[in-house]
Every structure is written in C-alpha cells, then in structure tokens.
C-alpha cells in the first residue's frame, strides 16, 4: 500500500513514500484517535521505529515535532528551552477550532503555561499544599468518601450502576472540591462547565461562555474567602498572597480553575479506565484482590498504559535544539507523546501488554521535569483507595455491557469512558 507522506521522520527531512510501518508515511493527522483504550496508534510505533521524533501534521493543519520514545520525552520536558507558554505563536494545540485556539491564547496564564522563574515561583507557592504528608493526612476521609459512594451502590436493588456517575466522577470531585474550599452544592455547575473545556470539538462560543461562567463562579468564591476566609487551600493561598502583598484576583482564578479542571478530569477518567483494565485481565485482579500491597504498582501500570493525558505535554522551543541528529528550530511547536512514550519497548517489554506487578513508576503519565504534576500524590492514592476498596466491597463487580459498546471519548484532551456501565 503507498500513500503521500505527511510525516517527515528525524534525518529524513523530506517527503518520502513508502508503506505504513516503515515510520516514514502515513496519511493520518495527529494526534490520531485511539478507538479502544487498549490499542495505541499505529502511527505511534511507525515513528519511534524509525526514530524517536518525527515532523507531523497535526489535526489543525499546522506542523509540529511529535516525540514518541521515552528517553527523548524525557529530556524534551526537562529541558529549559522548550516553553510551556501557550501564548507563543506556534504553540500546538490540538484543538482544530482557530476561534478556540485563540482563547486559549488569550485565557490568563495559569501555572502550566508559564515558565522559568515566573513558574517555579508559582508552584512553590502552591508545593507545601501537596506533600506526601499531607495527602496521607487526606486518606481517612477519601476512604470516608469512596465508602459512602460504594454504600449507595450496594443499596440498588438493580445491582448495576454507571461507575463514572456513581464514583469515578464523584470522589475526586469531592476531594478536589474539600482540598480547595468549593462548596460541593455547587458541583453540578462545574461538572456540566469543565467537561467541555476538556473536549477538542466544543464549539468556541460555547467554550467562550462557560469561561467566562466559570471565571465569574471562581472570582465569586474567592471575594468571599478574602471576606471570609475558611481552612482550604483557596483560603490559604490568598493568606499568604495578601500577606506578601502579592494577591491577584485573576491570578487566584486560574490557578483556582487548573486545579479544579485538574483534579476533577484526569483522575475519574483513570479511576474508569482502571477498573476497565481491571476487570479485563482477571487473572491479575484476583492477585491484587489477595494483596493490597500489590495495588501501588498496579496503579503505576494502569497510569502507564492508559497514559491519559498523551498531548498534554505540549511545548515550544525557545531556540534551536539539536536532539540526535534533527535540529528542532526555535519556534517550532513539540508534542511529547506521553501515550507513545510510555509504550516504548526499549523500556517496558512487551508495551501493549498490562503487567500489574511490572514496576511503571518511571511512566512519563504524569509528565516530567518541571511541570510534572504536582497533584501525582493525591491521584495516586485515591487511585489505590478506590481500586482496593470496590474489588474488596464488591467482588463479583463485571462490566454490564461488551467492551465494544462501552463509549470512549475520542475527542477529549484527557482520555476516559463517556459512561461505564457495570454489574455485580
Ligand atoms: C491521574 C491523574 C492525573 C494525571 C494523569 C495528571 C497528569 C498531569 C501531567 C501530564 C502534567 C504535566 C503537564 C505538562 O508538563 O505540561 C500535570 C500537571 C499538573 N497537574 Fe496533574 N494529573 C493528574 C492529577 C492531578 C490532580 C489530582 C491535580 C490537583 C489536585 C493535578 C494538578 C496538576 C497541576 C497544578 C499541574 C501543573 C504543574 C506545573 O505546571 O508545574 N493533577 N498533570
């Protein structure tokens, strides 16, 4: 089979023809769309068969570097030279919509697209929030949570239930919600408001309006914790801001709204796809189910082979980067693969296969460098919670419907099921 290449592979920088596996030609656009969670592009593989890196198109029609090995990703997203700074001009979205990407662009920088001074500053701000202390300290009451969701589960008569509207949206939604001080009444309105933003076919006036609903909600609550301020992370932040005499009201709405879109998103669409991968490797289960000292590393596993958040990791670099043999010039836009990254064989064998007990922990699902994320600790353990806690309180748990007709979300930033319909 030949077609027109629309990948220009690194040391082959001009157009070539030949047949898919080479890693030279493909008609697709990136990032391609993965259908079912347990198959990864193929076009992945063709890349970083050929080399680690290759110029593609991207669904947008604009051009970017698209690094699918490992080692490469690493060193890509440790590396200074490439910017987090969304308002650079070739900035690789991947959303196709210009109106959208333009918003974007113009949304006020949160943490994730700064960089430099301007971003460590930021963070350090916000790191003491996350320790490893302090999130132990959180285990009681996401336990407390996760086991009153699982109550009402039990209490159906059906014995069935969608688990994405009966646990993996609620928990980290609580918790996100308690961590930053956001009255969880309101939690309709940002689920219906957050959803979208994390689509790439959300029309731009929509995008627009939820924004601006959104920003206004956010600015709302933070008038109120200056007047009134409660013990939550929002309430601390503007503490200590006011007390330096740093406070910005836009400031705090951004990071307010990446922590809520953060915290909300990512982790209930891996508490699904976790239970997913789960229960379709039962062999495996059985033994987590025997030993919750063996969930940790599940959980790392799990994170590696869903790698959920696989165009996240987008930068642009500063100045020309030579990488092996290919100069990245300044300006152009890089797409770290986290999914293709993550299934490299030169680093975990046998990639496409789920191995529970594989020690992942090195996985890039969480980034690398410096913005890897910073809520990694709070996802991990209400990961463990969650998958320990249902496979132990409900043990005969199935899905309800062929893996077939389960409904994955093929336009969404961050990789998940619409809905998970299970039985026990
Ligand atoms: C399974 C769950 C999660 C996944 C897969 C995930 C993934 C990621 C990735 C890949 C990045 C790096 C982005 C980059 O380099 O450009 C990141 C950054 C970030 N994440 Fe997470 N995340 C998860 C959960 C959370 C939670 C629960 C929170 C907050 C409570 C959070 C807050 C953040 C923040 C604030 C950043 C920006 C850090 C910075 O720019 O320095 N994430 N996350």
Redesign the pocket.
Known sequence: MTETASITTAGASSTATSGPGSGEVTDAEFPVERGCPFSTPAEYEQIREHAPLAKVRLTTGREAWWIAGHELARAV?ADRRFS?DRRRDNFPFVSTDPETRKQLQDQPI?????DGAE?AQ??RA?MGE?TVRRMAGLRPRIQQIVDQHIDEMLSSEQRSADLVEALSLPV?SL??CE?LGVPYADHDFFQAHTGPLVRHNTPSQVRVRIQEELNTYLGGLIDRKVADPTDDLLSRQIAKQRAAGTFDRTSMVS?AF??LI???E??A??ISLGVVGLLQHPDQLAKIKEDPEKTPPAVEEL?RYF???DT????VATEDVQLGDTTINAGDGVV?S?LAADHDPTVFTDPTRIDLERGARHH?????????????T???L??QIVFDTLFRRIPTLRLAAPLDDIPFKSDAI?YGAEELPVAW
């Open positions: 997203l987090s949160s943490m994730l697209g700064m971003h930021a963070r916000l996350f980290p918790v996100i961590l990071m990446l922590l953060a915290g909300h990512t982790t669409n891996m994170l790698s959920i958040t996240v990791t987008a930068r770290i986290g890039v699902a969480f980034g690398f460098g410096p913005h890897q994320c910073i809520g990694q709070l996802a991990r209400e990961l961050i």
